[in-house]
């Protein structure tokens, strides 16, 4: 195509970006203890989120639920042939399922956090309550941690939303929050580490075999306890698949993945978040391997555990 | 008649004219030294994508006109025959078009088009992060929005200035608003550059780096016409 009339849509990264840094800019202008705080920084969070997925393609920003490709034509600048059309964007929920997707460090719980945001904005604008009255403590902080992550991934940093100084609080909250989260987890290490040592040694060798037998590479990912010694299993949820390979007449299949569980079989220490697994000294991703038969892998939809193997080594 | 692209960029003055372009930010083709053996659309065409709204044509006519004459919502609606302030061109569209390219068709005004680099202030590290931060709402349009001053992407990065439709939409644009008008103010009495104008000359500027502006028209002039064609390297971005 030679020459083409302009039809650019209004989901591309920086107006979206520009919009939330508007709502933040909206939400710093009032009283902290305002109502209107926590749901001007809530619609900033929901701007951060679009404008994320944007920062790959504004065709990820479209509603995809009709059922032609209205929405994603406008996205490339095409303007579909429906009399009176009105592009349409996709609702909050899979705005967050597709962050979910897309970004590595994006996590469960800060998708769980984001809809609660969602949801208290919905009912604060469709009707008769006033969620953010009752937000309690602690909002500000995932707010802060979920706008580093959808800031890293499009390139920036809380600085250039909340300007240098507030971002310079927000660090600090944010690495006392991280102090806070290791004086806990290591006082729940500490109390499993004196009761695994008041047990008889016996029992610790009976408890340290039987954890040895359970904690096998298929079912999770095998760390040493930091509590007792014993070996473990660390789960993750996965960040990212890479193409699969063919090694030795095996396809292997490799999965990024990031931490959030961890449970001791031996001492019955169990740590959840990948905040506090952090803190633990046992968030760092790590691989997943799975070595599947060629015939098996083209052959069979099912999903079969057999065969996968978790690495020793964090990456 | 005018040529077309076949072979054109084999044409050393023209390689060299192009390389002045990505180097400084704009390329001046005199009638002269042989600029119309090329047309504006095939130039247009050897340097990206040319890109028109649906409802103004892919080669547009720019006269003079006085308030009252002009189109609604148009820069000459707002200065009529007035100076124009330094912009970069379609600051209303979401993505505002790499290049503009301007050729004259008649002009026996003796108004040039004024011409001056914003890398002074987009290449100054506190500059640039001061203007970025600052969040504009465009106005005077079917679709109003919100957007920054200064876009980083993966083709470089790109200015966005208007003061006819762009006005503050953040506390901070306010806060800066002054000394951005300031800092413009500066680089446009310090290296300004002159296009006068002769049937037959193309001007190609980078709009994403280049202010540009026009004199006040003198009340008796004679006719000034100039023709302009967007260009834009990705238009799907």
Redesign the interface.
């Known amino acids: 195509?030679?020459?083409?009339?302009?039809?650019?849509?209004?989901w591309?990264h920086?107006?979206l970006?520009?919009?939330a840094?508007?709502y933040m800019?909206r939400a710093?202008?009032v009283h902290r203890d305002d109502v209107l705080f926590p749901f001007w920084s809530s619609l900033t969070l929901e701007f951060l989120a679009r404008a994320a997925l944007a920062s790959v393609?504004?065709a990820l920003v479209a509603d995809t639920s009709e059922p032609d490709i209205r929405n994603i034509l406008h996205a490339?600048?095409r303007?579909p042939k429906l009399k009176g059309f009105v592009p349409k964007s996709a609702p909050m929920n899979e705005v967050i399922a597709r962050c979910e997707q897309l970004i590595p460090e994006f996590t469960t719980e800060m998708a769980r956090t984001c809809r609660a945001f969602a949801s208290a904005r919905n009912e604060e604008l469709h009707s008769g309550g006033t969620p953010f009255a009752a937000i309690g403590e602690g909002w500000l902080l995932r707010f802060y941690e979920i706008a580093r992550v959808l800031l890293s991934f499009q390139?920036k940093a809380l600085t250039?939303l909340l300007?240098p100084q507030e971002a310079m609080a927000a660090e600090k909250l944010l690495a006392a929050a991280t102090d806070e989260a290791a004086k806990s987890v290591n006082k729940t290490i500490n109390a499993h580490s004196e009761v695994w040592k008041n047990k008889l040694p016996e029992e610790r060798t009976r408890l340290t075999s039987q954890a040895s037998k359970a904690a096998k590479g298929h079912l999770g990912h095998v760390v040493n306890c930091p509590a007792c010694g014993s070996q473990a299993l660390l789960q993750g949820e996965e960040i990212r698949q890479q193409p699969p390979v063919l090694e030795n007449d095996v396809i292997v299949i490799r999965t990024l993945m990031l931490p959030n569980s961890f449970r001791c079989t031996a001492c019955e220490l169990q740590i959840e978040g990948h905040g506090r697994l952090l803190a633990a000294g046992l968030g760092a991703q790590f691989t997943n391997t799975a070595r599947v038969e060629p015939l098996d892998y083209y052959a069979s939809e099912d999903g079969d555990d057999e065969g996968f193997d978790f690495n020793w080594n964090n990456e | 008649m005018l040529a077309g692209t076949d072979g054109r960029m084999e044409d050393p003055s023209l390689q060299l004219s192009m390389q002045h372009l990505y180097d400084r930010g704009w390329m001046h083709l005199s009638s002269n030294e042989g600029s119309s053996a090329i047309d504006l659309?095939s130039l247009a065409?050897l340097i990206g994508?040319?890109?028109?709204?649906?409802n103004i044509p892919?080669i547009q006519p720019i006269v003079p006109r006085s308030n009252d004459a002009a189109r609604h919502n148009t820069t000459s609606a707002l200065y009529g025959l007035n100076a124009f302030p330094p912009h970069t061109d379609a600051a209303h569209?979401?993505?505002p078009p790499r290049y503009v390219l301007f050729q004259c068709y008649r002009c026996q005004s003796n108004t040039p088009t004024m011409i001056v680099d914003a890398n002074p202030i987009l290449n100054d590290t506190n500059r640039a992060n001061d203007l970025?931060?600052a969040?504009?709402q465009i106005r005077r349009v079917t679709?109003p929005?919100?957007?920054?001053a200064i876009?980083?992407g993966p083709r470089g990065r790109a200015f966005r200035w208007d003061p006819a439709i762009m006005i503050p939409?953040?506390?901070?644009a306010r806060q800066s608003l002054f000394s951005i008008a300031e800092q413009i103010s500066s680089i446009c009495r310090d290296a300004p550059i002159t296009i006068q104008w002769h049937p037959g000359d193309i001007l190609v500027i980078d709009n994403w780096r280049m202010l540009h502006w026009r004199p006040s028209i003198a009340p008796k002039g004679g006719p000034r016409v100039l023709c302009r064609i967007?260009v834009t390297a990705d238009?799907?971005?």
């Open positions: 195509m030679n020459n083409m009339p302009v039809n650019q849509s209004l591309t920086d107006l970006w520009s919009k840094r508007a800019g710093q202008d393609h504004p490339f600048g303007t390139g250039d300007g | 659309l065409q994508t040319p890109v028109h709204q649906s892919l569209w979401p993505n970025a931060r969040v504009w679709h929005f919100l957007c920054s876009v980083d939409a953040s506390s901070h967007f238009p799907t971005s």
